[in-house]
């Protein structure tokens, strides 16, 4: 069965008054990921605004077995709760991997590509915020053309987003999604199906991030949802190289294939405000040229 | 009192012998990045697990900070981790050192001593362990491929007993690649020695914690109204178990020797120290240099004993004092420098000395960096040039001097 609003499991492994800021996605998209594994796992977590949600000594405000480990360790961390876990016969639990795409696309993607080389059982999970905002904005190999940030203060950054999940999907890993967390029904199938598979799953979660992208914490849901219409993220999931779209890219694309004008993303985020013209040109050709590619690819239309 | 057995006399180098140790430790987890010249301890138990002789998770990780990061977390699941490096690799693990240490997590690490650049060295000194000295590990140094092999064994004893991780340094190519016989203990033996691993950590769903958490400077209440550590209490504990730990660490050489006959119940060696006015100091297979130099100048009627260091973290300060209380001269000699100041083991020496009411002369000689050959000979010039310049002055001189061309 699928799932909808109505079936989803009830049971809450974040518990409520956590310290993220007030519209995280990372938040929402990390209860639902924590509700597709019913908490039947144990978490990996590198410095980052997930290490702020899970509290502080002696509280922690999520209700399964966590380690924290150093920034860059997360892909070993990872692949050393497996093997204990294996070592002492235990089975049944999930190792889950859980960063931010600071964590992740840079100072963390040497030990997950060691752990995705080696197939470790686990599941790895990007939410992505765009920034290192944990420490306050700065840019990130996931920070978008032309948007401000403590590092690139002045000019926007100059360079394109580093495409993480293709890069996880080039190890020839047995399942590798996208997700947003404005989409959380999508998000919890995923998820769910991913459980059940073995070898390293990676799954990256678009999760906007008002005090960085400078947005009003009540419009989190919108700017998810804008960015799957505009097709700068597409929803999707590879199984065995079987290319899906799903969700919202899906019904984009059976109904034509339609997307919304990219322009309105870029003019209503603050972090946005020294973008050019030619700066969204360019990126409205990119995202034209990657969703042409991405209807072709699709095996379900 | 020493039992009698069989010895199982074995000629084997010191990657061997550790890798020996490590199997017989039945270590449950090891991750290691090779590097010289550690690499053959690896691919000795890389072969030990493929071959079905070690039932262990072998995971040839891509690089030093991973195969800490592997050992930290099968660690806090409840296995017994291992890994061993050198020089580079052990450096690049730093930050994972002290997250092993501060998580306390009773890993063992065996760091095959070597050089550290620029410019590349392979060879032999031991700048790269005492540049983790203060990571929060216990340090033991070796002085030949027997007490390698016992020195291991000890570690996960000493480890889980105080929940510190332990360091067992041996030199480079000296020990780790030059054979020597080594008594191989009986597997059943070094069972009957090392229980099996009781974590002190829980990783389950029923039952969950979270560990490492963001910890504030001062104590907090937690949501059952009692008081939990800051972090300065954390680290205090850290620091109070290394203090304690001198007593595990003779306790379990008092119960090896119990077991196989081999008396590891002291924290550093003592050779002709009885009468000694003169006292070389050293550490690792150095030490073993520095007694064929006292020999010599036994010889030529000089009273010259050595002191050995084996236990570098904790360091045994009341142990040495009383072990120098009749010295009128030290002479330290290094295998490394702490750049600016002298070498890192004299500096231990002078300050458990300050304030006792031993006044003795000390001299500090660097020796051996880069792997620079170091003949008992020079040691005992360099002693008995510590002798002549006592008569210009019995001050300690501010920096050392080095034992090289320049
Ligand atoms: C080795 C190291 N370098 C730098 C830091 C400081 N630091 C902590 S979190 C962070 C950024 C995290 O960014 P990301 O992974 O995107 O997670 P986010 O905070 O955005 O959720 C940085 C730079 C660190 N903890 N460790
Ligand atoms: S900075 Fe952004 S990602 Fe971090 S807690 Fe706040 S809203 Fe969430
Ligand atoms: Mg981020």
Redesign the pocket.
């Known amino acids: 069965m699928k799932a909808n609003a109505v079936n989803l499991i009830e049971k809450e492994w974040i518990l409520p008054g956590n310290r993220t800021c007030p519209g995280c996605a990372?938040s929402l998209a990390y209860r639902h990921v924590l509700k597709a594994l019913e908490g039947q796992c144990i978490v990996t977590v590198?410095?980052?605004?997930?290490?702020v949600l899970h509290g502080m000594y002696p509280i922690s405000a999520v209700n399964v077995p966590c380690v924290n480990t150093?920034?860059?360790s997360t892909g070993a961390s990872a692949t050393g709760l497996v093997a204990g876990l294996k070592a002492l016969g235990r089975k049944g639990i999930t190792v889950l991997a859980f960063?931010?795409?600071?964590?992740?696309h840079?100072?963390?993607i040497q030990s997950l590509s060691g752990a995705a080389e080696r197939q470790i059982d686990f599941m790895y999970i990007c939410?992505?915020?765009e920034?290192?905002?944990?420490?306050g904005n700065?840019r990130?190999g996931?920070t978008p053309l032309g948007a401000v940030s403590g590092t690139t203060p002045v000019l926007g950054k100059q360079q394109y987003q580093k495409d993480m999940t293709a890069i996880m999907e080039a190890h020839g890993l047995p399942f590798v999604a996208t997700c947003s967390a404005s989409y959380p029904l999508d998000l919890y199938e995923k998820v769910k199906k991913a459980r059940t598979i073995e070898g390293t799953r990676f799954i990256h979660i678009h999760t906007p991030?008002p005090p960085?992208w400078l947005f009003p914490f009540s419009d989190t849901i919108k700017f998810g949802e804008m960015a799957v219409e505009t097709g700068l993220v597409v929803l999707y999931e590879i199984e065995d190289g079987i290319f899906r779209l799903t969700s919202a890219s899906e019904s984009i694309a059976r109904k034509g294939g339609n997307l919304q004008p990219v322009r309105e993303y870029f003019t209503s985020q603050g972090r946005f405000k020294t973008i050019t013209e030619e700066q969204i040109d360019e990126l409205q050709e990119w995202v034209n040229a990657r969703w042409k590619q991405c209807l072709h690819r699709a095996t379900n239309l | 009192m020493a039992v009698q057995r069989k010895s199982n006399m074995h000629i084997i180098d010191g990657n061997q012998s550790a890798a020996i140790a490590a199997k017989m430790s039945r270590v449950q987890v090891v991750a290691a990045y090779p590097i010289t010249p550690q690499t053959p301890l690896t691919e000795q138990l890389s072969q030990f697990v493929e071959q079905g002789e070690l039932k262990a998770e072998y995971v040839a990780v891509e690089s030093e900070h991973s195969a800490m990061a592997v050992c930290t977390s099968a660690s806090i699941v409840g296995a017994r981790a291992f890994t061993g490096t050198s020089s580079h690799g052990l450096a690049y693990m730093h930050?994972m050192l002290h997250w092993a240490a501060g998580a306390r997590l009773p890993i063992v690490l065996a760091c095959v001593n070597r050089a550290i650049g620029a410019p590349w060295n392979v060879l032999n000194d031991q700048q790269d362990s005492i540049s983790q000295r203060d990571t929060g590990w216990i340090q033991i140094y070796c002085r030949n491929n027997q007490e390698i092999m016992d020195t291991l064994i000890q570690a996960y004893r000493i480890a889980e007993q105080v929940y510190v991780p332990v360091m067992v340094c041996y030199d480079g190519y000296i020990l780790s690649h030059t054979e020597m016989p080594v008594d191989v203990p009986d597997q059943a033996d070094v069972d009957r020695y090392l229980p099996p691993y009781k974590p002190h950590t829980t990783l389950d769903p029923a039952n969950p914690k979270n560990y490492n958490l963001v910890t504030l400077a001062n104590p907090r209440i937690g949501v059952d109204g009692k008081l939990y550590h800051g972090y300065m209490e954390l680290r205090y504990l850290l620091q109070e178990a290394l203090q304690n730990s001198r007593e595990t660490i003779l306790q379990a050489g008092r119960e090896f020797n119990e077991i196989f006959g081999r008396d590891y119940a002291r924290m550093f060696w003592e050779d002709r120290s009885e009468d000694a006015e003169i006292t070389i100091v050293a550490m690792g297979s150095l030490a073993m240099e520095a007694i064929v130099a006292a020999d010599m100048l036994r010889e030529e009627g000089l009273k010259v004993g050595v002191l050995g260091l084996r236990v570098f973290r904790p360091f045994p300060k009341s142990d040495v004092v009383q072990a120098l209380r009749k010295s009128r001269l030290i002479v330290v000699f290094d295998k490394n420098i702490s750049y600016g100041s002298e070498g890192a083991t004299c500096s231990e020496i002078k300050s458990a000395l300050y304030g006792t009411y031993i006044n003795a002369s000390i001299r500090n000689f660097i020796v051996g960096l880069g792997g620079r050959d170091v003949k008992a000979r020079e040691l005992a010039e360099a002693t008995k040039k510590a002798i002549a310049s006592l008569k210009e002055t019995v001050i300690n001189p501010d920096y050392p001097e080095w034992i090289c061309q320049i």
Request: proline share 6%; hydrophobic share 25%; charged share 10%.
């Open positions: 990372l590198p410095a980052s605004c997930a290490t150093p920034f860059a960063a931010g795409d600071g964590g992740t840079d100072i963390g939410y992505d915020n920034g290192y905002m944990n420490t700065q990130s996931s991030c960085g | 930050e």
